[in-house]
């Protein structure tokens, strides 16, 4: 039988997706995607059985869901050490780079199968001497020579994020950007560089812009500190919502620096199917600079920007293209699990 493990983090708190109490509520409304590629696997017959593991201090009913004839499981233990007393699985995925995680495969290694470990900032490597096969990264940037490193692809829920294609051209052009980020995060997402770059180019300040995101009072400050009175801050929206502002505006927006993980608004931008400007320093693999994609660097921003509201139309119809090909789940999931199954032990 073969079994997935995944371990979602080390947090005891429960996430909103744990009242969903069906599989299609599940789907339609987890926007995780760590939650929602295991279904994948059950759907399209790469595994029989998953288990999400997660921590509590008290007893938690199992939530099963049937995919196909097939367990889909989300289980919680007091300590992951717990785990090895239950069926040896064929691969595990470690997300989010926890002490708890090095510890436990450091008890018994072989218990867990292919050991796959995806992190970002500063726990990108395993940083408690844990043991693990593959280290997984968002950015090629990031592989090591003397690790076994593999690329990981991910996708925004297509049942959140998807493109309107009964829009009118115009209600397309709404806003000429959407720029999904939180201010809580400053050092990283490079708002005050966008809201600088604003100040100083006349392009740029004919331009309609929406931000989406918390503590919008810090970004209008930044605002009137330099001058710049063409974005209209909505607050936080939900994903839902997101996606509506996505498809009415003509480009998203991600301009995150280096020292930030992969942002996540980078697939919910395109999983819209809304062209992407995104920024040389922000990590992500190259597959995403594809078509439907504007990349800008600290002194050609205002210039490229520009080209790309001109050649709007060209953008959007290559983010279309993306969003139903390369950056469809399937394809996303099939580049995944066909390196992974590569790295599983020979049969003798």
């Not at 997935?4 to 069906?22: A, G, V």
């Not at 995060?185 to 600088?196: A, H, M």
């Not at 293209?321 to 390196?339: G, P, Q, V």
Request: proline fraction near 5%.
């Amino acid at each position: 039988m073969r079994i997935f493990w995944l371990f979602r983090s080390n947090l005891k708190n429960f996430e909103y997706y744990h009242k969903y109490e069906t599989l299609k509520e599940f789907e339609k409304k987890c926007h995780d995607f760590y939650m929602l590629f295991p279904i994948w696997l059950l759907k399209n017959d790469h595994m029989d059985v998953v288990v999400i593991w997660r921590l509590s201090s008290i007893p938690v009913k199992d939530i099963n869901f049937v995919v196909n004839g097939k367990l889909y499981a989300q289980r919680w233990v007091k300590n992951f050490s717990e785990v090895l007393n239950h069926p040896k699985p064929q691969m595990s995925f470690f997300r989010g780079g926890f002490p708890e995680y090095d510890r436990v495969t450091r008890l018994k290694p072989k218990h867990f199968g292919l050991k796959l470990y995806l992190a970002t900032g500063r726990r990108i490597y395993p940083q408690w001497g844990g043991i693990y096969d593959v280290l997984l990264q968002e950015d090629r940037r990031d592989f090591r020579a003397n690790r076994k490193c593999l690329p990981f692809f991910k996708m925004a829920s297509p049942e959140i994020f998807f493109p309107y294609l009964n829009l009118e051209p115009d209600q397309h052009e709404q806003y000429d950007i959407c720029w999904p980020c939180n201010f809580e995060q400053i050092r990283y997402k490079g708002q005050e560089f966008f809201i600088r770059s604003i100040s100083r180019n006349k392009e740029l300040q004919k331009l309609k812009i929406v931000h989406c995101g918390n503590k919008p009072n810090v970004g209008k400050k930044l605002c009137k500190k330099y001058g710049v009175t063409n974005i209209e801050f909505v607050g936080s929206v939900n994903r839902e919502r997101l996606n509506v502002y996505l498809n009415h505006s003509k480009f998203g927006l991600c301009l995150s620096n280096n020292q930030d993980g992969c942002p996540r608004v980078i697939t919910e931008i395109l999983g819209a199917a809304t062209p992407l400007i995104i920024r040389t320093l922000t990590r992500v693999l190259p597959y995403y600079k594809n078509k439907g994609v504007v990349e800008v660097n600290d002194l050609n921003i205002g210039e490229r920007i520009k080209d790309a509201i001109k050649n709007y139309s060209k953008y959007r119809i290559g983010a279309m293209w993306a969003r139903e090909n390369e950056l469809s789940f399937d394809n996303i999931m099939e580049k995944n699990i066909n390196s992974w199954v590569k790295c599983l032990p020979k049969k003798k």
